[in-house]
């Protein structure tokens, strides 16, 4: 279980990210961030894994206060967070293999590591990683041959390196065409029904919000302004998330 | 208190011409003298661009011709009709006469000294001649006591000539000229490879998005930027000098010189090229729970070898050049020679060590646009 308590961020230019968020996530569930550009949502995410360091308020997560933690323990606890991005945030110029591996950094020697020697048992599972989202025949291609689609397929195959018991997708179909948005999410949905893996995912489109969301947090100015069920948000609340002039547009394409 | 626009304008017009006018005076601009001393500067230009490439293999020769002192003493040698030869205005000589020799179809323009072969073998020598540009040359002679023939040996008038004979080869300058050029390409590719080593590691302490997070991190940043932009602006020729003085003339101080120099120009290079990366794959690594160096080899690394090995190349063709000027302070190389060639007035030596950097730059700068083309 994931707890967030008042948390604040203020960036040091004086950007108010974050006002006093608050909130629970139970294990196992999908919880989506919903709100428009710049309402705090990546903030809030990177604040979770500590990428971005909070300027007040504690995030406990099974117990375990994320938010004192350093150092070698932060690294600990971040190995079993997967994190999915907008971007996809691969190394372009690596193989696909090699992208997956980089997942498992946080579990191997240090040493070994440094010098590209991975244990069988690791290629094995970034084989099987591959295999998960579809393309295990890409292993040896670089990473930026790849279409958009299949690089954030690497991008899932990474985080599964991790084991995680939390990924944390970033508008992870945000820079993709729709039509390949439910593919995308649907490998989430999976990992988070099979594996009970809990997913925390910010999305744009609420239709695909209503597809896989278990429930939903809304962010407007870095606060929080909805909390509840995708089919509890109505005209009257979609106009308080996004602002009077929204028109709700869809990703199409239901699977 | 505000200048109105054309105002202003005009004052800063006025002030930049003034300047321009400073600058003329202060470093002596004189296009006459430019124009009129043509006539010295023109001979060496042909001398450069005539340089000494090929030669044919010099053997000395003696041109001997037997004065008989007093008349009579001794059989006339009649002097050969062609080819280079020496004449005398008269076949014999009592002591004490005066007469002349001429010299002719000898080298054109060349200083040579004329001596007397005593009959016992010793020499005696004779006066210095300059021979004009058919290779010709008239001198005065006395007929002193000391060449009087001895035992039926008369004396004899001698000049010693260096005469080119076979096939056309490579000269012998050219020859060191390859030589030293090729110390000259060793000495920048040690000091680019010495560079690399030491400028690779460092680049990243010079690199913002690596280091500046939290007060160590920042002051090391800083430190090492500092480093960088103090020793860029060291020549190269500066720090050679002093290494000349230090570690002795020759190669070895040049690769120093330009090992530091390099040093901060590829780390300034290369940290900006680490600054430059796309930060999503470090953001994305670090959420793993890699630890700093896995980040910077498995996220940054990757994305950089590409401008590092371009860079190094284009620091080596950099470095060619560079090495030939601090080899003009005693770094070594090519450009050692070039100065001494300079400075004996062998122009045409010269010359040739001038077409040789000519065409290494020339060489080096599109093997290394090549390269870099192949690699980014």
């Excluded at chain 2, 202060?26 to 661009?49: E, I």
């Excluded at chain 2, 940043?221 to 230090?246: G, K, Q």
């Amino acid at each position: 279980m994931l707890e967030v308590r008042n948390l604040h961020k203020v960036y040091p230019n004086g950007t108010v990210a974050l006002t006093d968020v608050s909130f629970r996530v139970d294990d196992g569930e999908f919880l989506v961030v919903i709100g428009l550009s710049g309402s705090g949502k990546s903030t809030l995410l990177r604040c979770l894994n500590r990428l971005i360091e909070p300027s007040q308020g504690q995030i406990l997560w099974d117990g375990v206060d994320v938010t004192a933690a350093s150092g070698a323990e932060l690294r600990r606890i971040r190995r079993h967070i997967g994190m999915v991005f907008q971007q996809f945030n691969l190394v372009k110029r690596s193989s696909v293999l090699t992208n997956v591996l980089a997942g498992r950094l946080g579990f191997a020697n240090p040493w070994l590591s440094l010098l590209g020697v991975w244990p069988p048992s690791d290629r094995a599972m970034a084989l099987r990683a591959l295999e998960r989202v579809g393309i295990r025949d890409k292993a040896e291609a670089r990473a930026d041959a790849l279409s958009g689609g299949q690089q954030q397929r690497v991008g899932i195959a990474r985080a599964l390196m991790q084991e995680p018991k939390l990924i944390l997708a970033d508008e992870p179909v945000a820079s993709l065409d729709p039509v390949l948005s439910h593919s995308i999410l649907q490998y989430l949905e999976q990992l988070n029904k099979e594996e009970k893996i809990t997913v925390i995912c910010s999305l744009h489109f609420l239709d695909l919000v209503h597809r896989y969301a278990t429930r939903v947090i809304a962010l407007k100015d870095g606060k929080v302004v909805f909390t509840g069920l995708p089919q509890e948000i109505d005209k009257a609340r979609f106009k308080a998330i996004y602002g009077e002039d929204a028109v709700e547009v869809r990703a199409g394409m239901t699977a | 208190m505000s200048v109105p626009r054309p105002l202003r304008t005009t004052l800063t017009a006025l002030a930049v011409l003034a300047l321009i006018a400073f600058a003329w005076n202060g470093s002596q601009v004189d296009f006459a003298r430019l124009v009129n001393s043509l006539s010295k500067g023109w001979p060496l230009l042909q001398d450069f661009l005539t340089p000494d490439v090929l030669g044919r293999e010099i053997q000395p020769v003696t041109l001997q011709l037997a004065v008989p002192v007093p008349c009579g003493s001794a059989a006339e040698a009649p002097p050969a009709a062609s080819g280079p030869r020496l004449v005398p205005s008269v076949p014999c000589a009592a002591p004490r006469d005066k007469f002349t020799v001429e010299g002719f179809d000898l080298a054109p323009n060349t200083e040579l000294q004329l001596r007397w072969r005593l009959p016992s073998g010793q020499y005696f020598p004779g006066p210095f001649i300059t021979t004009d540009a058919d290779g010709y040359f008239k001198a005065e002679f006395e007929a002193r006591p000391i060449v009087a023939t001895k035992d039926g040996v008369p004396g004899q008038i001698e000049v010693e000539l260096q005469v080119e004979v076979g096939n056309l080869r490579p000269s012998p300058t050219l020859h060191i000229v390859l030589d030293n050029v090729v110390v000259t390409i060793f000495m920048a590719l040690m000091a680019t490879v010495a560079a690399v080593v030491v400028a690779a590691p460092l680049s990243f302490l010079a690199a913002q998005n690596v280091m500046k997070r939290g007060p160590v991190g920042t002051a090391i940043y800083y430190l090492t930027r500092t480093f960088f932009n103090v020793f860029r602006s060291y020549e190269a020729i500066v720090l050679a000098t002093v290494f000349a003085f230090w570690v002795g003339f020759g190669p070895f101080a040049g690769v120093l010189a330009l090992t530091i120099v390099t040093i901060a120009s590829l780390g300034k290079l290369y940290s900006e090229a680490v600054e430059g990366i796309d930060p999503g794959p470090v953001e994305a690594l670090t959420a793993t729970g890699a630890n700093r160096l896995q980040v910077v080899l498995f996220a940054i690394v990757p994305q950089i070898v590409p401008n590092f090995l371009s860079f190094t190349i284009y620091h080596w063709d950099i470095n060619v050049r560079i090495s030939t000027i601090i080899g003009y302070v005693g770094g070594g190389g090519i450009g050692y020679y070039l100065a001494q060639m300079i400075n004996t007035s062998q122009n045409s030596k010269a010359g040739t060590a001038i077409w040789a950097i000519v065409i290494v730059v020339w060489v080096m700068d599109f093997l290394s646009a090549e390269v870099r083309k192949r690699y980014t």
